[in-house]
């Protein structure tokens, strides 16, 4: 069978780390899906900003297909798409999910039907070995969920100090019940970095998040002097 995949893409740490084991066990990961609110152009639960999220797939030197939605159209939506990639040549979908089975069951339920294989390459893992994996990228705080946690945590790093203030609330470290997402800047995948300059906060029904303003992406090292030469 065909290792073909795209990876469901929201720019954060689970779906980074996803997308990096699934090319570790061996899937050929060709395109990264990401979806955006129709009206804002705001990617779905994160909420950044159209053209961030371009400039981060850049960096993953990975295509991004952008789909546009309605909350109520999103499930169609990926199902169409989801089909239109298999007759493309794709055979799997890769997602970070780690341990929520409702969410798992309806992904399995939509790929079903697409005949398309979900791929869940952090499924299982103790959530402390997650945390840990992600260490190795630098992960901004760009949305809680007020209900758990303040705003002062927004533009911060998720790093070792956080993580004791999640357990100290009995909070998910990982944030797979939604208490925070993220935006990776930095891992061993990106060639270069993104770096935040602007922003002002947004709020969206329990969440506050930030809405980025203006952004810039770093070159590695390595990158800078290719141009050079």
Partial sequence: MSNRAVSLWSGGKDSHLAFIKAREQGYSVELLLSFFEEVSRQSMSHRMPLGLLRDQARLVDAPLQEAFVTREGYEGRLRSILKSLVQHGITHVVAGDIYLQEHRDWLECVCGESRVVPVFPLWGM???????????????????????????????????????ALEA??????????????????????????????WKLQRHDTYVGLDVLEWSCVPTVKQQQEVLL
């Fill in 169 to 198: 609330k009995g909070l998910d470290i990982c944030g797979e019940k939604g208490e925070y997402h993220t935006l990776v800047l930095q891992s061993p995948a990106m060639r270069g970095s993104l770096h935040l300059s602007r």
């Fill in 126 to 164: 103790p959530v402390e070995d997650v945390f840990e994996e992600q260490s190795r990228f630098q992960s901004l705080i760009v949305s809680v969920d007020e209900r758990m946690l303040s705003a002062d945590r927004l533009g911060k790093l998720v790093d070792a100090e956080f993580r004791r």
